[in-house]
């Protein structure tokens, strides 16, 4: 590796607030809070609002969609969808 031109690795903990966990990671990224992990060192905290604890796509959660009603709100407003009616 050439010298002075990579970023710096260093641990980082990346903390999900909505599914209450937190992973201990190698990154580039940095922060001015800092947490105390399970080895007693204290590592640049980061939040963040979605990660694999918590999106859908991991977690297999999906968001039940009111397709019914989105059908019949078309239907009326655009009729049955006939091709045969003029």
């Known amino acids: 590796m050439k010298s002075r031109i990579h970023p710096v690795s260093r641990p980082v903990v ?21 947490v105390t992990w399970e080895d007693g060192n204290s590592y640049p905290v980061i939040d963040v609002e979605t990660s694999s604890a918590s999106h859908p796509f991991y977690t297999g959660g999906r968001r039940v969609l009111d397709t019914a009603g989105r059908v019949e709100r078309f239907r009326r407003r655009y009729g049955t969808g006939d091709a045969s009616r003029g």
């Open 14 to 34: 990346f903390r999900d607030r909505v599914a209450d966990t937190a992973f201990l990671t190698r990154s580039t990224a940095d922060s001015g809070e800092r």
